[in-house]
Nanobody, 124 residues
């Protein structure tokens, strides 16, 4: 089970950190990802941190501004978002998989477990 939280309203240029508590599995045993979905758009990959490969990956839109991190003791995945833009407004979802294929790391079909989403709104 994944429980996301920490979303809210922030002004453009501001920062926000969202969290996802993973229960039922040790964090290090699964690959973790953040996706987002804006109204009328498909769900898109934002960032991921991968079990087997031990590295991170970011969408171009997130590179240099967002950072994914984990706290194994708290079984929590974080997404630190800086220099936020109005186009970052979306519902953010955390996802996890214990069978992720590296080539599908940016695709929703690669992840078996999903949180409920947390709304992030960036005002201009």
């Amino acid at each position: 089970q994944l429980q996301a939280s920490g979303g809210g309203l922030v002004q453009a240029g501001g920062s926000l950190r969202i969290s996802c508590v993973v229960s039922g599995r040790a964090l290090r045993s699964v690959s973790k990802g953040w996706f987002r979905q804006a109204p009328g758009k498909d769900r898109e990959f934002v960032a991921g941190i991968f079990r087997n490969y031990g590295r991170t990956d970011y969408a171009d839109s997130a590179k240099g501004r967002f950072t994914i991190s984990i706290d194994n003791a708290e079984n929590t995945v974080y997404l630190q978002m800086n220099s936020l833009k109005p186009e970052d407004t979306a519902v953010y979802y955390c996802a996890a998989s214990d069978t992720l294929i590296h080539s599908e790391r940016r695709h929703t079909r690669g992840y078996q477990y999903w949180g409920q989403g947390t709304q992030v709104t960036v005002s201009s």
